[in-house]
Every structure is written in C-alpha cells, then in structure tokens.
C-alpha cells in the first residue's frame, strides 16, 4: 500500500485531538468532522481541515456511515482513523472504506466482525481452548427469557449489549426483578448508543479483577503484545483509573495472558492495535471477556511504559509496514497511572454535569523536576462546552515514575495543580483515590469503589494534621489579603493600620486561635496546642491556585475569595475557611445555623436530561424501590426510584420533556 498522506478522523474530542498530534509528528494532513454541537470544538481547531456531518445527536452525525463517506470524498483523504466508539466496531464502516479504497488504520473486517461481537467473540475464544466466563451466548429476545437464563446461569449475572462498550448497555442482576429490569434498561441503551439492541448475559464474577492485553500486529504476520493495564478501579462498569503494569500480575502471568492474547488474534488473522480482556480472579486464574477491536482509551499508560506510539504504529500498519521490532523488544520500564476526568458530580453519585468550562487549567506537561512526567490527553479548552450529546469525559491525565507509589504521588500533585470550573466534574474524587491506603496497596477488585465509597462520594473530611496545614494556608492569604488592604494610596504613614498577629481559625469543624509571625521567607503559625507550621508561597490576590510551602511539605491548592471566607481545595477536600478576629469569632459562635429548605415531598431531577418515561400518576401509591420515572444524559439511562412508601400529589413534569438539575419531577403527599 502506498504511502498515508491525508487522515480523516471519524471521532471528536480527545481521541481526534490525539491522533492529530501523531499525525501531525509524521507529517500527515489531517481532516476533522464535526456535528451542530462540535462546530467551535478543539479537535475542529486543531485539524488541517474539518467538514460538517449533520446534527448534534450521534445517530445523525458520527455514526452515519454516508456522511463520513462524503466528507472523505469532499477532502480527498486517503485514510481513515475512526479512534474508539462511534464507528471504530463497525464492520460496515471499514467494509466501505475498504470498497472506496481508503485505508482503515484499524484490523481487518472479518476480525471486526469475528471479535466485535461479543457473543460470536466467546463463541471463536472457546473453539480455541481459550477459557471463559460461563454464561449465555445466544440472542435473548424478551425480559422473561433474560429471566430464565440468569436463573439457570445463577445470579449474580451481567446483563450485556452485544455491541456494547463504555460501560454502556450492562447491568448487573442479583434477583429476577433486576434481571427483568436490567434487561429493558440495557437494551434501550444498546439500541441508543449502537443502533443494536443484541443482548446477552454471563456469570458475574464476584470480587474480579480486570486485566486487560495490549496486542499489535502487522499484515505480514507479525503480532505481539505490549504488557497489560490494569483496570480494576471502575464506577457502573465504566474504567475511571487505569496503570500499566498490574500490581498483581507476575512474570509467569504476564507471559500466559500475553501469549494466549497474541494466539487469539493470529486465529482471526487480527493486525493493528487491539486489546484483550480478562477478568483475574485471586489465585491469577484469567477469563476471556472480549476483544476491543480499537484503540483502547486508556492507551497512554502502555505508551508511557513502552515508548511506543500505537497510533503511529497503527498507521504504520495501515500503510502495509512491517513492525520494526520484535517481543524481545518489548520492555516495560516503570509505572505509568492515568485518571479520567469526568464532567460528572460525585457529590451527586457521579451524575452527568454539562456546562461551560469557565475555568481550565491542566497541570504543566512534559518531564517534572523530580523526575516523573505529566501528560494530559484532552479535547476542551477554557471557555468551551461540555455538551450533552456525548461522552462526558474531559481529559485523560497520565503520569509516569520509576516506581508505582512515584506515579501514583505523581498523580496526586497533578490533580492538586489541575484547575477545572464551571461544571461538576470528579477531580475531588480522583484525588481522594490516590490518597487511599488500599489503592496505594494495589489490593484492588472492581468493586473498590462500591467496597469503599458505598454511600457514594460526599469528599474527604481533614484530619487534624491536613486541618492544620489548610488553616496555615489560609492564615497565611488572610495576611496577604490584611496587608493588601492597608496598602492604600492617600493615607498619612503613621496612622495605617498594622495587621493583627491573632486570629480564630475555623474550618471542617476544626477551629483553633493562632497566632502568626513573619519571617523573612514567609511565616509561622504558631497553633493554640503549642505547635508551629512554616508557611510560605508566591501568592497574590486573584491567583485561583498556588503552591505552599507547609511544614517541609508543598502542596497545590486551589483558592476562591468567596466574600470574607476562603475557600480551599487540596486532596479531595474542599472546605470554606475563615479567619477572624477572636471578638468577631466570638461573636460569629452566637449566630443562627440557617437550615436548607425541605425537599423530602419532592422528587428533583437528578441531572440535566431528558425525561423518557414518567411510570406514576396524581393519586397513586408508592411502594421503596418502585421505579417513578427514568431520565437520559449523555447516553445513559438513570432509572429514579421511590426511596419510600407514599402518594403521589402531583407529576410536574412528562415524557420528552428536557430538565434542568433539581428541576422538579413529582410531589408526594
């Protein structure tokens, strides 16, 4: 095949925005597409050309199939990469390509179809003696039959799309009632999202692992892998933190699970990148899940370990290259964690936030001082929007170290310099991972997140060391705000006003008397207990984030002047501190607690969507756990229950209808 000149990318975002930045290191054209919604987009920006595609909705836009064909005919292009979701499955799409003689930087068509599917995938990996998870491959076609089976498999079952991908189209059932439910659910999403409502359902492996292969491979052969990520940190069956390599897998492992992986992809003739799933299980016995036929998100990790570019390499490929090297060659050398950025709110169990970015600041990419490396793979910008129509994700940040406690501090201190508002996104959330003693162990399954945040997300409450080192901080803003005020032009010298050293400090809780001293290269705080911080930092009024100094320690942290208080994020704590006069602190102890109005009688919408079913009416009674009505956001559907028994006063709103966060819904009696 002749040389790549020109790549159209049939995605958005990040993933569009990523390929560009290999091609563009190659020295190939590159042409976006872009829906309504797209039109002011980064990747749109970046591109050498874009072409329009139709409306917002994907079904309009990114998946037809037509529209991608014509702006491939309207820009000449003479390749396509189609990076993940959207039509990177689609065996159709690269048979069209493949008859209009453009290049698909993906696998061939019949590895698409033989491995794309998930039922026909099972089918192929247990002719080849490749172990898998027990289950139902066949088509289901009605509740009651998804009923059947999950009793005959046993529950707990996951309930999947055949098509499925992003944690979209799955359920897991513990009784006939979620199976019966999960299965509606699952297979209004699938036909959504992928224009497939194929279901199928498997035994759920409790307490899992998911370990999952990098292989790629050539036309002319030549396939192997590239180590594995381990996945285990998810939230509704959706990766929110990935790391390459896995902190439970061995030498030994590594090497089965890498080579039954290669002997997979060379049975359906399989070249390009692609990935293989396992579940593991505590005694390192692996399961087949599926093969990705794509670029996997998560594919920076393997990169930052490997050296190796996969889009460059899947162009390579594309081109009919031979690889330039062999799995000898192949060496994993440190750790590397990446953490999805989310505009979802976790304070309000993660549900999808759309907005505009008023504020985005990524962290410095590139090689830090201390030796690790930052990289943030994103499709935003400040002043952008995050539109309902699509996925939520904002970014991707990657760090790498030496080690694996390195990236995972290398994590933390990224987040803590990462500037995100405007929308409710999982920056407190993330941090709050990186910081926890089990995750830090490696001791993981995919149910860390349920095992350890069972009642969802509300942040992280300070202990007394990192109480006192936010209130050094912001004793310390306090006298940069103090001496700011005194510095006014006009006034005679000898009658300004000097600075208190005393002040009251409350905050999360924790209030304490302090007493401030400055030195020459920033202060102490001198605590009612007797102890002291040093504190120090560069900041000025109006900086939203700086570095202290604290105690030996530095940290990054947000900071927003909201009236008199001082609101500070670090760590996945966001408290509102203030700094008083010991009179005005006393006096501020004698003030009422104002109380949040009651909204017990009311059901608010959860998140801005659209409302599909409404399934009660004034008059009726409800029963805990009955389903009132369902609402969809980027792609998902939330079905909202009855938290209790009660009567319905009044529905507020109906079927079609678009909301607004805790717009109301219904009233009870």
């Avoid at 990169?303 to 009919?320: H, K, P, S």
Wanted: net charge negative.
């Amino acid at each position: 095949m002749a040389a790549i000149n020109k790549i159209l990318i049939a995605n958005r975002g990040e993933i569009a925005c990523r390929v560009i930045r290999t091609a563009r290191k190659m020295g190939i054209a590159t042409v976006a597409v872009y829906s309504d919604a797209d039109a002011e987009a980064l990747h749109v920006r970046q591109a050498d050309e874009a072409v329009h595609i139709g409306p917002a909705p994907s079904s309009q836009s990114y998946i037809v199939i037509d529209r991608i064909l014509d702006a491939i005919r309207k820009t000449g292009a003479d390749a396509v990469h189609p990076g993940y979701g959207f039509l990177s499955e689609n065996p159709a799409f690269a048979e069209a390509l493949e008859k209009a003689g453009i290049a698909f930087i993906g696998p061939p068509v019949g590895a698409i179809q033989a491995m794309g599917d998930k039922i026909t995938s099972k089918k192929i990996a247990a002719e080849a003696g490749v172990s898998t998870v027990p289950g139902h491959m066949g088509l289901i076609e009605d509740a009651e039959e998804a009923v059947r089976i999950s009793a005959s498999i046993g529950y707990p079952v996951m309930i999947k799309a055949s098509a499925g991908g992003g944690g979209k189209g799955m359920r897991i059932a513990w009784n006939d009632a979620e199976a019966r439910e999960g299965f509606q659910s699952s297979r209004n999403e699938a036909k959504n999202s992928f224009g497939d409502d194929r279901i199928f359902i498997e035994k759920f492996v409790d307490q899992p692992r998911h370990i999952e292969i990098q292989v790629l491979g050539d036309q002319h052969g030549n396939t192997l892998y590239l180590g594995e990520r381990e996945c285990s940190i998810q939230r509704r069956n959706q990766k929110v933190i990935e790391e390459a390599p896995s902190p439970f897998l061995d030498a030994a492992t590594r090497k089965a699970m890498g080579e039954q992986a290669v002997a997979l992809a060379k049975a359906v003739g399989y070249f390009s990148a692609g990935t293989v799933e396992f579940i593991v299980d505590g005694s390192r016995n692996f399961y087949f899940l599926e093969m990705n036929t794509r670029l996997q998100v998560e594919h920076p990790v393997t990169e930052l370990v490997t050296g190796i570019d996969l889009v460059e390499q899947m162009i390579r490929v594309a081109a009919g290259e031979t690889l330039s090297f062999g799995q000898d060659d192949v060496k994993l050398t440190g750790w590397a964690v990446e953490s999805r950025l989310y505009a979802e709110d976790p304070y309000r169990n993660f549900l999808p936030s759309i907005g505009r970015l008023t504020r985005y600041r990524p962290p410095a990419e590139g090689g830090q001082d201390d030796g690790t490396v930052v990289r943030n793979d994103t499709g935003v910008f400040e002043g952008g929007e995050i539109s309902m129509y699509y996925d939520p994700m904002i970014a991707k940040l990657c760090t790498w170290a030496p080690d694996r406690v390195g990236a995972i501090d290398a994590m933390g201190k990224a987040l803590d310099d990462f500037e995100v508002d405007g929308i409710g996104h999982n920056l407190p959330f993330l941090s709050a991972v990186m910081d926890h003693d089990r995750f830090r162990s490696g001791n993981i399954t995919t149910a860390f997140i349920a095992e350890e945040f069972p009642d969802g997300f509300s942040g992280v409450h300070p202990d007394s060391a990192a109480a006192k080192k936010l209130a050094a901080i912001a004793v310390l803003i306090n006298q940069a705000l103090q001496e700011r005020a005194v510095q006014i032009s006009g006034t005679i010298g000898n009658h300004r006003r000097i600075p208190a050293r005393d002040w009251v400090v409350t905050l999360a809780g924790f209030e304490e008397a302090v007493t401030l001293e400055t030195l020459p290269d920033g202060a102490s705080v001198r605590f009612s207990d007797g102890t002291r911080l040093s504190v120090a930092s560069a900041w000025l009024p109006g900086r939203q984030h700086a570095r202290f100094h604290v105690g030996g320690e530095i940290v990054g942290v947000k900071i927003n002047l909201i009236g008199s208080a001082i609101r500070l994020r670090w760590r996945g704590m966001d408290v509102t501190a203030r700094v008083r006069s010991p009179r005005t602190a006393e006096l501020a102890r004698l003030m009422p607690v104002k109380l949040p109005p009651d909204t017990s009688k009311m059901l608010l919408c959860p998140m801005p969507g659209v409302i599909t079913s409404v399934s009660v009416k004034a008059g009726d009674a409800v029963e805990a756990g009955q389903t009132l009505a369902t609402v969809e956001a980027m792609k998902m559907e939330n079905v909202l229950k009855a938290e209790r028994k009660g009567v319905v006063k009044r529905v507020a709103a109906s079927q079609g209808q678009s909301l607004a966060v805790d717009e109301l819904i219904m009233e009870f009696e």
